[in-house]
């Protein structure tokens, strides 16, 4: 199984929800990845996990929350999101965060629109 | 600091056409990947191919084709007689020595390809 899940497909929210998005992985990978990607970019980094801890935290803001219950398991959540954080919101998975050998396995993403 | 460049933002061309994508990368470490993904627009990122920096051999599978060169730090990818299905954001990628403090993955802009039936 190569595969890397995620839920939502789609999400609309408003900006004083709170949302959840869900990307599983049952490759036996220990670092996982949240990515957030605008329109006619490329995926900018946010958080990285390694072991089930927190590894890399690329500044964001704190109205995003990473979650990695167990080594199969991200979660992101959110809460009193702004409308330019709608975008394309991509998981992946690695065998190890400290190898670069690694190539990261993408899921399909959640497509989050606020409103 | 790292840095990759896919100075193509978009590219047509007509079915069965051959076509290459350019990618040209900056780094310091001595022992570094290289990685082509393909991102059509469902959104899902696809890996493509990896290739170590110690490994020069140009490599092929099917259509596709990739011609590293460390001389001139690029890593082109060639699509041969290309298909409609081909059509869709590729993105060149770096990834250094962890020790370096580097970012995991350095992706260029991005080239999107179009390929007309």
């Known amino acids: 199984d190569t595969e890397v899940t995620q839920t939502p497909k789609h999400l609309v929210m408003g900006m004083t929800n709170k949302k959840s998005l869900k990307c599983e992985q049952h490759m036996g990978h220990r670092a996982m990845y949240w990515y957030k990607q605008k329109a006619k970019k490329p995926p900018e980094l946010m958080f990285v996990?390694?072991?089930?801890?927190?590894?890399i935290n690329e500044s964001v803001p704190s109205r995003f929350s990473p979650e990695c219950p167990n080594s199969s398991l991200l979660n992101l959540h959110l809460h009193a999101l702004q409308p330019e954080d709608s975008a394309l919101y991509l998981c992946?998975?690695?065998?190890?965060?400290?190898?670069?050998?690694?190539?990261?396995?993408f899921g399909p993403g959640t497509r989050l629109t606020v409103l | 600091a790292q840095k990759v460049t896919q100075a193509q933002t978009e590219i047509s061309v007509v079915e069965k056409e051959d076509v290459t994508l350019d990618c040209v990368y900056e780094t310091r470490d001595t022992t570094y990947y290289l990685f082509w993904y393909k991102q059509p627009p469902s959104g899902e990122l696809v890996f493509l191919i990896r290739?170590?920096?110690?490994?020069?051999q140009n490599e092929i599978s099917g259509r596709y084709s990739w011609n590293f060169q460390k001389s001139t730090s690029s890593f082109n990818f060639t699509i041969t007689a290309s298909q409609v299905v081909d059509s869709a954001v590729y993105f060149c990628a770096l990834s250094g020595e962890f020790n370096s403090g580097n970012t995991p993955l350095v992706f260029g802009k991005g080239t999107r390809l179009s390929v007309i039936a």
């Open positions: 290739r170590n920096s110690f490994d020069e």
């Open positions: 992946a998975s690695s065998q190890a965060y400290q190898s670069s050998y690694n190539e990261q396995f």
């Open positions: 996990y390694s072991y089930e801890k927190l590894s």
